[in-house]
């Protein structure tokens, strides 16, 4: 066997220790004859791993594992042990490093693509959405009306797909982290209700929220997680349900012997066959055919909603019958807190009264700067539009502006280094981000820079009035 690992014959064998330092590689025989000398001594044990190099010139890899035998005195007698070669193995785990990086490097590559295609789409769409939403309905007879509601239920729809794949594409890279702030149960409830108020309204169901009288408003976690499990699970029931109710009750329960949020949503409407129930978490999957041609959607939505779930540590049991509706129950292990929370900006329809306020917009699209324009007329603020960063200091510094609108991805001077410039001399004035980009991490990160808010790309105009609320007095 020795001489099978050495690549020699049993006539050129002039002894262990000589075929093994003539065959060592060069760049691997002054680490290990250290360590042998350092075993000799008794300063250390001898089990290198290092290669040979065969008289044909292979290169193989050698573990080996010895003992040195010493006389009673202590003295090093000679040294036994095994050689056995995992040049197959060390072979394999390069592969796997190789595979490994390469698979990364991938995903990487797909996360970056995605985040910027999402950019992408959301500008235009933000012209799409914003024209939409600003259309007089005044003057529409019955049928444009129709069309109009259609056509922003679509642009929402494509919104929450693009959402969906963005978050789809985290989970998967393991990229997403959750934060950790108090946070208002309530406030999500109602921001929640707002989200598919329409919806509700034009089917003619009923949205009951109900809170135990004892349940504690204030829980430590991640508001915006927290909310899309719960808007996601509302508005699969209201989507499911044409006719009865959708029932949101919260209550406290305990899980693990610590108190947890149980947070149930049942809904009147179409249910669930045994078979579909089993596939509702699945990635890029429906209920059925039938449900993905009538209701739409990705598939992505309880996939998604159950990567959170797992992620807080917390279950989900769906009960549902075919005809009879469904009932699903989340149950999140958080703490509660006494800490002041974090809440929403609570979105409102009607535009603020602004009269005498001064507004700038920093924002280099042309049909963005109407958008937002035309978005603004109802407030009666007085605006000032810039094409980019470095005219929105120079703006700044020549009026005392009571809000900025700051877009990010602009010519000359970008949004996040004129928000600094600003902040440099005049700290007291709100500056929103405007923008496209609406990965958690991206928002997070423009609140951490100085931004005292995040308004996403195409502009709600409830929420950009709910924003001006909350900053402008």
């Given at each position: ?316 049991d769906v009960k549902s019958n075919v005809g009879r509706g469904t009932t699903i129950r989340v149950i999140l292990p958080l703490t509660i807190t006494n800490k002041s929370v974090s809440s929403f900006v609570q979105k409102s329809m009607t535009p603020p009264p602004l009269r005498g ?117």
């Amino acid at each position: 066997m020795t001489y099978k690992l050495y690549g020699i014959t049993e006539n050129c064998f002039s002894g262990a220790y000589e075929a093994w330092t003539h065959s060592l590689h060069p760049d691997d025989m002054e680490e290990s004859n250290k360590q042998l000398e350092d075993a000799v001594s008794g300063l250390g044990a001898f089990n290198p791993e290092f290669r040979v190099v065969h008289p044909n010139g292979q290169v193989r890899t050698i573990k080996a594992s010895a003992e040195v035998i010493r006389d009673n005195d202590g003295n090093a007698l000679k040294v036994i042990g095994v050689n056995y070669d995992i040049t197959d193995k060390i072979n394999a785990i390069n592969e796997l490093e190789v595979a490994k990086q390469k698979a990364e490097q991938a995903t990487q590559t797909k996360s970056e693509f995605l985040s910027n295609m999402s950019h992408e789409i959301r500008t235009p769409m933000n012209a799409i959405l914003g024209g939409l939403q600003m259309v007089n309905t005044e003057y529409l007879d019955a049928k444009s009306k129709v069309m109009l509601k259609n056509a922003v239920s679509s642009s929402k729809s494509l919104l929450t797909i693009i959402n969906d794949i963005l978050d789809y594409s985290k989970i998967e890279s393991n990229k997403l982290s959750l934060e950790q702030e108090p946070f208002s149960i309530s406030d999500i409830i109602k921001s929640v209700k707002f989200e598919v108020d329409s919806i509700v309204s034009n089917k003619g169901i009923k949205l009951v929220s109900n809170i135990d009288e004892n349940f504690n408003d204030h829980w430590l976690g991640d508001i915006v997680r927290v909310k899309q499990i719960l808007l996601n699970l509302v508005s699969n029931a209201v989507k499911f349900t044409e006719k009865g109710s959708v029932n949101i009750h919260l209550s406290e329960t305990l899980y693990q012997e610590k108190q947890a949020i149980s947070l149930e949503v049942a809904d009147t409407g179409v249910g669930m066959s045994e078979e579909a129930q089993a596939r509702i978490f699945d990635r890029f999957s429906q209920a059925d055919n039938s449900t993905t041609r009538k209701f739409g959607g990705t598939g992505l939505g309880m996939s998604i909603t159950l990567s959170l779930i797992l992620m807080m540590r917390g279950t989900i049991d769906v009960k549902s019958n075919v005809g009879r509706g469904t009932t699903i129950r989340v149950i999140l292990p958080l703490t509660i807190t006494n800490k002041s929370v974090s809440s929403f900006v609570q979105k409102s329809m009607t535009p603020p009264p602004l009269r005498g306020k001064k507004i700038l917009i920093a924002e280099d699209n042309e049909i963005n700067q109407i958008v937002i324009q035309s978005m603004l007329e109802g407030t009666n603020a007085s605006l000032t539009i810039v094409d980019n960063g470095k005219q929105a200091v120079e703006a700044a510094k020549e009026k005392d502006f009571d809000l900025i609108l700051m877009d990010i991805q602009m010519p000359e001077m970008d949004g996040v280094e004129a928000m600094k410039n600003i902040i440099n001399f005049n700290k007291h004035i709100p500056i929103i981000a405007l923008t496209a980009n609406v990965m958690i991490d991206d928002v997070a990160d423009y609140l951490s820079q100085g931004f005292d808010a995040h308004i996403a790309k195409p502009i709600d105009i409830a929420t950009l009035y709910g924003v001006l609320s909350s900053f402008i007095k």
